[in-house]
């Protein structure tokens, strides 16, 4: 019986900053988006504020152009940043971004 | 993501692309608006911790090393690992024997693979070749080549995920181009026996994007065609055929000294020959001219990936052949006023971009140029990287356009013992310094 050993080539993954942990409910919390002006997000973020301001009176869905847009500018550490200093509880990123 | 730690998966809901074209119907986001909330609110990540510290070995067993090899050829395509081609396994005997090609140790991390970010080392390249078919002698330009590709300002981790079919060439200057095998002539971006470094290289470097990268086709990686991107273009400068004056590329955009080894990236979308070469019996300045002419009106054909590079990085690639290059400096061109020339006769009138639409994205990307009339495809000539290459005949040039915000160079670092890798490969693959010549 031959056995042929290799190598995986797929590597290791380092992961050294967990994911911002997420609220039990969107009920009176701030809420935020990071648009990239791509992909039909003038209508679909739009769509999505107005539905969870609908399904979530008590909470506050701030305007889509409330922080810097376009791809470059979104995945700054100065936008990072902002979005923390605003006090947001959840950001919704779009489209494709 | 994971260029800053984080777990490679997101909360997010994924879409057809109809969804996100104009004039889409939006119904599925109504239909679908409670996964965003639960994103929002439940999502958890599935895992993502430290994993060892070594490369995981795999293993197939079969009665023969021929059963054994096709087992592991199944394997690694039904793992994702492969690209359709045969692949040699990366056993530990041939990983260490290619190692050989580095004077840096296994361990040492280069950086990570966006958008996946598995962590790329010295090891990870060695393996990629070992997949590739390569040989220790071609690790060194593999690893520049990976330090390139991983630098912050080549914007790699937005172009491996890009539409626009991207892939990276990558341009050896310095000895150590003849001394691997690697080609600067005829077939310099395609298969060739008599120069199988590029390709081995090339695709060890393809290997990586998707197997750390996480770039499989429609998964990681959008490209829509993905042409070239096999071996991805790996070649040297012609030296040897630079006119009198004309500095090697290496030099003039990184500043190398001359005779140094070194690597430069640039990104590009796609290949087009130019056909420069007079028809009829015409004057040497007669058939530069005209083929200037035409090389700068396939330049002008605005496809707007020049404008990722527009400031600082480059429109594109145009290789020329020796015998041109010769032939041109005899006439008093040199490389800058070849870019000047096709700078200025490359411009695109502004009715072409309003037509269009260039103009919109323009706007967003290189709004400072908007209202040049014509256009430049550069903000400066100096932009184009105008190389010596290609088989030693004067009828065609070759245009690879750029997506490009960086030309990216790296030093080559061999290991003391280069020159026995080198009598290697002669005794192994024979042909080495009486390589054959058309």
Not at chain 1, 50 to 74: C, H, R, S, T, Y
Not at chain 2, 75 to 88: E, R, S, Y
Not at chain 2, 308 to 328: D, F, H, K, N, S
Request: glycine share 12%.
């Amino acid at each position: 019986m031959i056995t042929l050993e290799f190598h995986d080539p797929t590597g290791i993954t380092d992961v050294t900053q967990r994911h911002a942990l997420r609220p039990p409910s969107l009920n009176g919390k701030r809420i935020g988006f990071l648009t990239n002006e791509q992909w039909q997000a003038y209508y679909a973020l739009p769509l999505l504020k107005e539905m969870i301001n609908q399904d979530f009176p008590d909470a506050e869905v701030l305007a889509i152009d409330a922080f810097p847009k376009g791809n470059e500018a979104i995945g700054t550490d100065e936008t990072a940043r902002r979005l923390k200093k605003s006090g947001v509880d959840a950001v919704i990123i779009g489209n494709a971004a | 993501m994971s260029g800053r730690g984080l777990a490679p998966d997101a909360s997010m809901v994924v879409f057809p692309i109809s969804l996100f074209l104009p004039g889409s119907d939006l119904t599925p986001l109504r239909e679908r608006k409670q996964e965003f909330y639960e994103g929002l609110t439940r999502w958890a990540p599935a895992g993502g911790s430290a994993e060892p510290e070594s490369s995981r070995m795999v293993s197939v067993d079969a009665a023969t090393y021929e059963e054994a090899a096709v087992k592991a050829g199944n394997l690694v395509l039904a793992n994702l690992w492969g690209d359709g081609l045969p692949v040699q396994p990366a056993t530990k005997a041939r990983v260490d024997w290619i190692l050989r090609g580095s004077p840096l140790p296994r361990s040492h991390g280069i950086g990570k693979f966006p958008p996946r970010g598995g962590v790329a080392t010295v090891e990870g390249c060695a393996i990629a070749l070992a997949m590739a078919g390569g040989r220790p002698e071609y690790l060194p330009v593999l690893v520049a080549a990976v330090e390139a590709f991983l630098d912050p300002h080549s914007d790699s981790d937005a172009l491996q995920a890009d539409s626009g079919s991207v892939f990276p060439v990558i341009i050896v200057n310095g000895p150590i181009a003849r001394q691997i095998r690697l080609n600067s002539g005829f077939g310099c971006l395609g298969p060739d026996p008599q120069h199988p470094a590029g390709a081995s290289i090339g695709r060890a470097l393809r290997l990586m994007q998707q197997n750390l990268g996480g770039a499989l086709p429609g998964i990681g990686a959008m490209a829509m065609y993905g042409a070239m991107r096999y071996t991805n273009a790996v070649f040297a400068e012609d030296e040897e055929g630079l006119p009198q004056g004309w500095l090697a590329h290496g030099t003039e955009r990184h500043g190398f000294g001359a005779g140094t080894n070194s690597v430069s990236l640039i990104f590009a979308n796609g290949v087009t020959n130019i056909k420069r070469r007079s028809a009829i019996k015409e004057t040497s300045e007669g058939d530069v001219l005209q083929g200037m002419h035409r090389i700068a009106d396939i330049l002008r054909g605005a496809q707007l990936g020049c404008l990722v590079g527009y400031r600082e990085g480059t429109p594109g690639v145009l290789l020329i052949p020796q015998v041109v290059a010769q032939l041109m400096a005899g006439l008093g061109w040199t490389k800058h006023s070849i870019r000047q020339f096709l700078w200025e006769h490359s411009r695109v009138p502004a009715e072409h971009l309003r037509r269009s639409g260039a103009r919109a994205w323009i706007e967003i990307q290189a709004p400072e140029s908007l209202d040049l009339d014509p256009w430049p495809i550069a903000s400066k000539p100096g932009n184009l990287v105008l190389i010596v290459a290609g088989g030693a005949h004067p009828t065609n040039a070759y245009w690879l356009p750029g997506c490009c915000p960086n030309v990216i160079g790296r030093p080559i670092r061999v290991p003391e013992s280069f020159d026995c890798l080198i009598a290697a490969a002669d005794r192994d693959i024979g042909c080495g310094s009486q390589e054959c010549k058309i």
